[in-house]
Structures are given as structure tokens and as C-alpha cells.
């Protein structure tokens, strides 16, 4: 069964002639319980890509079906946990604090236990009762993780859940989300963590410009190349050269 259909979808900002795409006629399906990763360049459209598919922004064209219904329905909604990239928070709540508040939005019986659940699930049960404001950037991805999932989503939208993370972090947080798909959970994540992704993911779809280049497993897009980084570099640089765009080398 497929948890993501995503059809013919684009969206553009302005009018007429300054109609700008950063989305371009992207067609593509997530299989329940797997893990999908979509990689690209920042500013490749993944973000604007994941708020269509929460329900956040609005497709200029195509489609987009979640869990058989529409990504604006509530009762979809219901089904679906979404961390932005780089998530802000109440700066002067605790993090139990913050996760009270979501409970409560969600209408979650028995919200002590289920914050102390997801607390330590993501490894923050120490700090609870300390203001986010002292947290590490580690530890407010993964309040972002928490929050994501207390309401038992049956499908994750996780946007550059990695960044930032030491080494320690990453491993944490990589095996929360195989924890998650484990337990039949869906997860979509936008990455430019290329070694994460070939560890993590069941499929990868690539983008660059707007536009959908590859899917499929990390292994196949990796075949013939040192690894999934050196087979995502060499594409975009082929796309990129086939198209007239120029390539600076940093």
C-alpha cells in the first residue's frame, strides 16, 4: 500500500513572466512503512516540497494523497507528525512544558505519561523541567523529534532531522527513526546528509532545481559509484552541464 502519492506536483510564487517554479511536475509514491529519503542542494525544492505534503502550502498544480485522503483533512492531519527544519520553540517553557501543549492541541489522554514516554524515547527525559532556552542545538532536534511524534503518527514528515547533530546525536536519532520504522511507521525525510541517508533510508529520491531526477534504493543509485554522495554529485553535475547551467567550484 502506498502512504504517499504524489502526482504531476508544482508550485510557483509570482505572475505571468516572473512566475518562478521552485517545483516541477514531481510524480512519485512512499510504500507504508518504509523509510524515504529525499536528497538535493539547498535550494533544491525540498522543503517547499514537505510543506505541501503537511498541508502547509498549497500545490500550484497536481496532487497529493496521504493515507487516502487530502494532507488539508483533519482526520489526515491526525495521522501525521511533522518536524520543520530547524523547529522553534517557547523559549521560556521547559521542555515538558512545551510538550504539555501539544499533548493538550492533540487531545491526548493520560498526557504525563505519554510526555514521559517520548521524552525518553528521544533520550531528553534529564531535561524535562529545564527551560528550552539552555538547550543544545542537539537537544532542540530532538524536542522537535518529541513533538513530532506524540500524537502516535502512523506517518513522519521529518525535515533535516540530522543537521546540526554531533556524531553521537546522528547515531541517537537514526536509531529512533529505525525504531519508529519498526513499528510500521512511515517516514519521509528531506536530508543533505548523504552517509545517514544510505544507512537509514529503503528509497531515495534525488531533486535539484525543482526537479525530481532519481528514485530508487541507495544501493542501486550508489552501484558503479564510491558511494551514494559521489553518485549524487555526479548527477547533478551531468544534469547541470546538460542544461547550460554553470558549475563554481568552491
Known sequence: MNDIIISNLSKSYGANKKKVYVVKNISLTVTQGTVFGFIGPNGAGKTSTIKMLVGLS?????????????PDSKEIRQKMGFMPESPLFYQYLTGGEFLDF?????K???KEAKIDHVLKEVNLMH??????RAYSKGMLQRLGLAQAIINDP????????????????R?????????LKKQGRTIFINT????????????????DNGELLAVDTPSKLSHGYRD???AFVSLIHKVRVSSGVTIQEK
Do not use: W, Y
Open 228 to 230: 551514494l554522495e559521489d
Open 127 to 132: 531535561a524535562k523541567d529545564k527551560h528550552i
Open 102 to 106: 501539544v499533548a493538550t492541541l492533540f
Open 58 to 70: 498549497l500545490p500550484t498544480h497536481g496532487t497529493i494523497t496521504i493515507k487516502g485522503g487530502s
Open 154 to 169: 502512523e506517518i513522519l514528515f521529518l525535515d533535516e532531522p540530522l543537521d546540526g547533530l554531533d556524531p553521537l546525536g
Open 192 to 207: 543533505h546528509i548523504l552517509g545517514d541517508v544510505s544507512e537509514i533510508c529503503d528509497m531515495v529520491g534525488i531533486i
Open 108 to 110: 491526548i489522554p493520560n
Open 171 to 179: 547515531a541517537e536519532v537514526k536509531k529512533i527513526i529505525l525504531d
